[in-house]
């Protein structure tokens, strides 16, 4: 097998918000010591940032300027139940980007060709030497298309709404069902059909779908899948 055909030892994790990415994630995370990367924080800090600069979003040129000055840093979570701390250029964001309402503007900015262009580069530096667990929603397709280990959750959208509102409800935070539900089918259209790296299944992805199975379930298949890809497949 030549280096060209060789993969890189990365687990990819993309699907619609609300499939239990993160938690698995975090978890397939520890099981195999890799770093773990949220690239939705990331569009979330940049939808964060744009919003308290007052961008214009329609500007290309101020837009691609502003971002010259987005610094981010991912801190990773004392235990794998934890969310991965937020910092913006210095400032706790953790919180306040986990509300639906930055979820919508993170959605909204990520189908901005110079956010994701800015942000693929970064996800891709975080990968350079292997030992990640990356996801969201182009990580198999765009970002790390090389990626040995590559995974596609869905799920019914209202079990997926039922997981996020009861995360919220969790938080101490207020929300209604049936806006999550409006809000998870809108974001998902949104995903699905922007013209740039839309929420697609690579090939090479196993699919799962997570709506009737436990964390524990999906965790076990994933490593399972894991463990036979990389004895058929020896990545570099
Ligand atoms: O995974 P999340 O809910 O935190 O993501 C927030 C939004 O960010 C999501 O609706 C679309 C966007 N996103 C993206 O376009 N590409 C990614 N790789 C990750 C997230």
Redesign the pocket.
Known sequence: MSEKDTKLDIVAI?GP?GVG??TVSRKIAVALGYAYV???????AV?YFLDKKSVNLDDDKGLGEALQAFSISLVPAQTDDDDVGIFVNGEDVGKLV?TPRL??M??AV??IPAV?FF?TEM?RSYGERGGIVA?????GTV?FPGAAYKFFLDGNPRERAKRRYAQLLSKGELASLEDILQQTLE?DD??RN?PV?P?KMAEDAFFIDTTALSVQEVVATMLEEIERRREKFPPR
Do not use: F, I
């Not at 949220?38 to 979330?44: I, K, N, P, S």
């Not at 996801?135 to 990580?139: A, P, W």
């Open positions: 993309d918000s990415k993160s949220d690239t939705g924080a990331m569009y979330r939808a986990r979820a919508m993170a959605s990520s189908k994701r942000l996800q996801e969201g929603r182009d990580v970002v974001r949104n995903d922007r790296a929420l």
